[in-house]
């Protein structure tokens, strides 16, 4: 029964035969608001060689094969099987709709390929990505998808078993892809070590100064991220001061001169990863916050003035390059205004009877509100970054109005990944710099040196 290729088009073109441009999801579906399920998937239909009937031989006794046998056999994967791993990898790699796009989970993902076949967890999570891929974005699973991730738990749990296995950066990489599935599975539990703790924990038995590539380098780089903003609201997730230093060091070393004349973030990853400290003891690092606010006010403005001078983009090429370099740099903005609102609501606790550091956090709050908006048509990937800018928002915003219009943006974000709550953490946050403007309004906390914040150095507008 030889295999014949069938269409790769969606189920619901092919069920009225219309031509399906395989996009995910295509545009027919798109248009109709429906479900797009199988799009891009190859299809096969089997038919029988001969009509003649083929007289069966009767078979021949054979030795019963042992258990032990046949478990080492079953491991064994054949290279025709990864071959089509790694071709559905590249095809999902492939997808640039910028609301369907993984670039957005890190530039080394398209060297992830040459590496399936060395490492279990690797190759198990990254069967799980490629068969979640296709159903992610319509909140329906088949049951695959979730044996399948079970498949990657065991097999991330037998290489974290491997001292050698659990330092290397295939494990590493294999948490993060894991990490994303568990994202679109809504795989949560809280009474269960999340896996930002577990990536922190593989961060710091890696050793910067030893990356041997680029890929390690990258991934690194990446994964700090998403350590350093669950380190600002989970207490258990703690890095050394010496990793950061020893990370941007490397980054540094390697950094090769660009021709990009965009205006870019001064701030470095070394002082990113102070925020977790400065949202848990302000009162030691006042001074430090302050500058740190003015460096970032600057950026912010000259960000906020080159996205002005950007050219509209026709929204209806959601593949278009000159719309991809858009989002990004606005992706990058609200990153920033996001961590000035953060230092912003910490400063006036110290100061609380400044103006201008309360019209500045007003201003940040109307450009979140006003660019998620903006942003949501970007989404499920393409805005992904969207629901922390708006997580802080609603936690640092004090005009009624504008909270009211935060909390439905952000209500709306979480249809996204309606598994995250990301009210509870804007609550937890939001409780916390309450606890701090109460703390040092009694005298109970230490203050800064001249005892306030000046609005001199705090004024934007």
């Known amino acids: 029964m030889p295999g014949v290729p069938s269409s790769k088009g969606c189920d619901a073109c092919r069920k009225v035969k219309k031509k399906c441009d395989e996009l995910q999801p295509c545009s027919r579906c798109l248009r109709l608001q429906i479900d797009c399920v199988g799009s891009g998937q190859q299809r096969f239909k089997f038919k029988n060689a001969e009509s003649t009937v083929i007289v069966q031989a009767a078979p021949r006794r054979t030795r019963p094969v042992s258990r032990a046998k046949r478990l080492s056999t079953s491991k064994i994967v054949s290279p025709l099987s990864m071959d089509s791993l790694s071709t559905s990898f590249v095809h999902s790699l492939k997808i640039s709709d910028i609301r369907y796009d993984l670039a957005y989970y890190g530039p080394f993902l398209h060297d992830i390929p040459r590496r399936l076949g060395s490492s279990r967890a690797l190759d198990a999570s990254v069967k799980t990505l490629v068969t979640a891929y296709p159903y992610f974005h319509g909140r329906g699973f088949p049951p695959s998808v979730f044996v399948n991730f079970g498949s990657s738990l065991r097999a991330l749990r037998e290489c974290l078993s491997d001292p050698v296995e659990a330092r290397s950066s295939n494990t590493l ?7 994303i599935c568990q994202s679109w ?48 609201s989970n ?18 070393g390697r950094s090769a001169g660009s021709s990009d004349t ?12 102070k925020f977790p400290d400065f949202i848990r003891d302000p009162d030691s690092c006042v001074s430090e916050m302050a500058a740190t606010y003015l460096q970032i006010r600057d950026d912010s403005r000259k960000m906020r003035q080159y996205l002005d001078n950007w050219s509209p983009t026709q929204t209806e090429d959601w593949c278009s390059v000159a719309l991809m ?28 009877q400044n103006e201008m550091l309360a019209q500045e956090s007003a201003f940040y709050c109307d450009e979140i509100i006003d660019e998620a908006e903006l942003a949501s048509c970007y989404r499920p990937l393409g805005a992904a970054y969207m629901a922390l800018c708006l997580v802080i928002a609603l936690a640092s915003v004090e005009n009624p109005a504008q909270h009211a219009r935060i909390e439905t943006i952000l209500a709306d974000y979480q249809t996204d990944f309606s598994e995250t709550r990301w009210r509870d953490r804007a609550m937890w946050l939001r409780a916390t710099f309450e606890s701090h403007r109460l ?23």
């Open 173 to 179: 990489c294999a948490v993060y892809l894991i990490t």
């Open 185 to 232: 599975l809504g795989k949560y539990d809280d009474q269960l070590t999340s896996h930002g703790e577990a990536i922190a924990h593989m961060l710091r038995m890696a050793d910067p100064e030893k990356c041997q590539n680029k890929f390690e380098r990258d991934i690194l780089m990446t994964l700090s991220i998403p350590v350093i903003l669950e380190s600002i």
């Open 235 to 252: 207490p258990r997730v703690r890095m050394e001061p010496s990793f950061w230093e020893k990370l941007v060091s490397v980054i540094r």
């Open 262 to 273: 965009r205006p870019r973030p001064t701030t470095d990853i070394f002082t990113l990863a």
């Open 325 to 352: 370099q858009r989002s990004r740099y606005q992706a990058g903005y609200c990153l920033v205004i996001t961590l000035g609102l953060i230092l912003n609501t910490l400063l006036r606790a110290f100061d609380p």
């Open 439 to 461: 703390r040092i309004a009694s005298g109970s906390g230490v203050r800064s040196p001249d005892g306030v914040v000046h609005p001199s150095t705090c004024c934007m507008m």
